[in-house]
């Protein structure tokens, strides 16, 4: 069917923590006591969570060729006419989805602002998942002969064979999305650090809103860096779907089950706390001020 494709065509067509308490702003003063329980925190895990969170996950009629047209839809690369006509081929109803509110509505309805957020959120956080084996290895026949009771008979084994086009093709589509995360991740990260003593909350719903004004960007940023050559990745390790890869380009990326770490000329460049080599540090109104009181009025234990 059309639409239906694997992960990597969805990042290939384009090449919720919310807080309802008030915001600092950058250059309000904060009380002595409020600047004394400050706590340093690095940013980029903060960052992570978050989009982690804005990412949509895929259940029930919320499947990967939702998002992939989706995604199409927000670079402007297919119609919302082109998407109706696959629904119906898929025995969908475009008339019977709500514009709002249903898993299926940014297919229908015009907020483009919002697709472009959704879809830019899911590539982002997709880079933390399993990688697909499927999208690169193939099945293919071979027949050999044996002789069995005097008789010659002919039997196909299948053999698993890596593709290496294919797998050059999602290395690359990874590639393009680790530095284009490491870049605006870099931008977010900067604009936090400039608004010291808000809430984990408060950082939270600044993320959200800085990532949906830049979404737009971010997209043609991925489509920038994909650059896919025969000779200009290599898969060194693969289990289970951790793996590892290097480039060409001096870039080394690693995944298993508890982390990512993207590193570039030795660098880290996207894991470890860091983004981009540097360690952006937020600080962080964790606690409120009536604990941090009553720890430092608090009488001696004898």
Same mark, same amino acid.
Request: proline share 5%; glycine share 6%.
């Given at each position: ?23 600092? %702003? ?8 409020? %600047? #004394? ?25 919320? $499947?990967?060729?939702?998002?992939? @047209? ?11 006419? @082109? ?6 081929? $898929? ?8 514009? %709002?509110? !249903? ?8 907020? %483009? #602002? ?25 099945? @293919?026949? @071979? ?38 995360? #490491? ?65 060409? *380009?001096?870039? !080394?990326?690693?995944?298993? #089950? ?14 470890? *706390? ?29």
């Amino acid at each position: 069917m059309l639409f239906k494709k694997s992960l990597v065509i969805v990042a290939l067509s384009l090449m919720s923590a919310g807080c309802d308490n008030a915001k600092s %702003q950058p250059n309000e003063t904060v009380s002595t006591t409020a %600047q #004394a329980t400050l706590i340093p925190m690095p940013a980029l895990p903060i960052i992570q969570n978050t989009l982690r969170q804005m990412a949509p996950t895929l259940q029930g009629e919320f $499947d990967l060729s939702v998002i992939q @047209r989706i995604c199409l839809l927000a670079r402007g690369e297919v119609t919302l006419e @082109r998407v109706r006509h696959s629904l119906i081929n $898929d025995g969908v109803d475009p008339d019977s989805i709500p514009m %709002q509110g !249903h898993p299926l509505s940014y297919l229908v309805n015009q907020d %483009q #602002a919002g697709r472009q957020t959704l879809c830019a959120a899911w590539l982002a956080n997709s880079v933390t998942l399993p990688l697909d084996r499927n999208e690169f290895v193939e099945k @293919r026949p @071979r027949e050999i002969i044996e002789k069995e009771n005097k008789k010659t008979l002919t039997k196909t084994l299948w053999d698993e064979t890596i593709v290496e086009e294919q797998l050059n093709t999602v290395l690359a589509s990874k590639m393009s999305l680790l530095r284009a995360n #490491a870049e605006f991740y870099a931008l977010i990260a900067n604009e936090l650090a400039q608004k010291r003593g808000q809430t984990l909350d408060q950082y939270a719903a600044e993320v959200k809103s800085t990532f949906a004004a830049a979404a737009p960007y971010y997209l043609k940023r991925v489509q920038e860096h994909f650059s896919p050559s025969a000779k200009g990745y290599q898969l060194t390790a693969y289990q289970q779907g951790n793996y590892a890869f290097t480039t060409d *380009g001096g870039y !080394h990326f690693a995944r298993d #089950a508890h982390e990512t770490l993207l590193t570039y000329g030795g660098m880290n460049w996207l894991g470890k *706390g860091e983004i981009m080599g540097e360690k952006y540090v937020l600080y962080v109104a964790l606690f409120p001020e009536q604990v941090v009181t009553a720890i430092r009025t608090a009488s001696p234990v004898h």
